[in-house]
C-alpha cells in the first residue's frame, strides 16, 4: 500500500534525524528492546512518565530558582532528578542541559542557572514534540495496516 | 499470582526512588523472567523483606501480622544508590548486617554523577555484588540470574546437608559474627521447632534469613573482599 510506505519512510527519515540531531540517543534503542506484543506500548508508557515528571520538575525549579535566598542545593537535587529520567528514557540533549546546569548550581550561580532552566525547558517541549510527532507516525502507520518499522542503531 | 517464588522463578525487589526507574527496572527484569517487586524507598523495602529492627521479633507468634512479608522469598534486591533518605548504601549495610538478610545478595545501581570509584569499591566492599551504571541494560541484568543460583545452592545445602560431590562453594557465605550469636541461637530454637510441626513448609520458610552455618564452612570466613576494583560500565 502506498500510503503505508510513504508513511513508513516518514518515520524512518523522522527517526533518524532525532538520532543524528542528539535528541535521542542509544538509550531509546533500548526502550524500543522492551517493547513486545505482551508490552506494546511500554515505550509510550515510559515516555509519558517522563512528560508529567519533567513538568513537575520544570516548574519546582523555576519556584525554587525564585526564591528570595536560593538553595541552591535544592535546585541541584531536582536538576540532578531531571539529568536521571532524561538519561532513562535517552533525551540526550535535555540530559546534556541538566549536565550544564549541574555545574552552575555548583557555582551557585543565579544567573547561569536562570538561563539553564530557560534552556532546559527549550529543549525539553522540543523533544517534547518530537517525541509526539514520532508516536502519532506509528499510530498513523498501524492504522492504515502496516507495521512500524525497526530502526536499528 | 503466588507471592513466594516458585523453584524456576527467582524474585526480585527493586527500590528505586524515580517511577520512570521503576518502570525501567521492572520491565527489564520481567523480560529475564524475574518475579518482581517494586518500592520506592529503602524502608519501604526493609519493611517488605520482613525487617523489623528487631529481628528477634519475628519469631514470637505475635508478631507475625497477616500480611506476612516474611514469608515472601526474595531472591535479590537491586536498589539505586542515589535516594533521599535511606540510600542504597544504607540499605545495602542494613541488609548486611543482618543476621537474617544478609545472604541476599544485593546489586547497586547508579548515574554517573557520583565518583564511581570510590562508590562502587564501597558498595562492594560493604558486600554488592555488582555495581551497574545507569541506565541499566538487559546485558547488566543477564549477570544477575548466576547471584540468585549460587544463593539457592548454599540454601539448598543448608537444609539437606552438603552435596554429594562436596563441592565448597567459592564464596561461601557467612560467617558468625559476635553480635549476632545470640539472636541466631533463639533463630535456631524457632526453626526447630518449626521444622517439627510444619514439615512441608522448609521450601518457602525464610530460605534467604538463613545463616550458612553447615560444619563445612569455616567460621573465620568473612564477606568477600574486593582488591580488584571492577566498574561496571554500560
Known sequence: ?153 | MGMAATDDQFHVLAVDDSVIDRKLIERLLKTSSFQVTTVDSGSKALEFLGWHGNEISMFSEASISPNNHQEVEVNLVITDYCMPGMTGYDLLKKIKESAFLRDIPVVIMSSENVPSRITSYRCLEEGAEEFFLKPVKLSDVNKLRPHMMRTKLNNDIIENGKPENEEKQENGEIITTGEADSEMQQFQTAQSLQQQTSQNNNNNNDNNKRKSMEEGLSPDRTRPRYSDLTVMSN
Open chain 1, 1 to 153: 500500500m502506498e500510503i503505508v510506505g510513504q508513511l513508513q519512510k516518514q518515520f524512518v527519515d523522522f527517526s533518524t534525524s532525532l538520532y543524528g540531531e542528539g535528541f535521542l540517543d542509544e538509550q531509546y534503542l533500548q526502550l524500543q528492546k522492551l517493547q513486545d506484543e505482551s508490552n506494546p506500548d511500554f515505550v509510550c508508557e515510559v515516555v509519558s512518565l517522563f512528560f508529567d515528571d519533567s513538568e513537575k520538575l520544570l516548574n519546582n525549579l523555576a519556584t525554587a530558582l525564585q526564591q528570595q535566598v536560593v538553595d541552591f542545593k535544592q535546585v541541584d537535587a531536582h536538576v540532578h532528578q531531571f539529568k536521571g529520567s532524561s538519561s532513562s528514557i535517552g533525551a540526550q540533549r535535555v540530559k546534556n542541559m541538566c549536565v550544564a546546569f549541574r555545574n552552575f548550581c555548583e557555582e551557585k550561580n543565579l544567573d547561569g542557572c536562570l538561563r539553564c532552566l530557560q534552556q532546559l525547558n527549550h529543549e525539553y517541549f522540543l523533544v517534547k514534540n518530537k517525541l509526539e510527532t514520532l508516536f502519532r507516525l506509528e499510530r498513523q502507520i498501524v492504522e492504515a495496516g502496516g507495521t512500524v518499522p525497526v530502526i536499528v542503531a
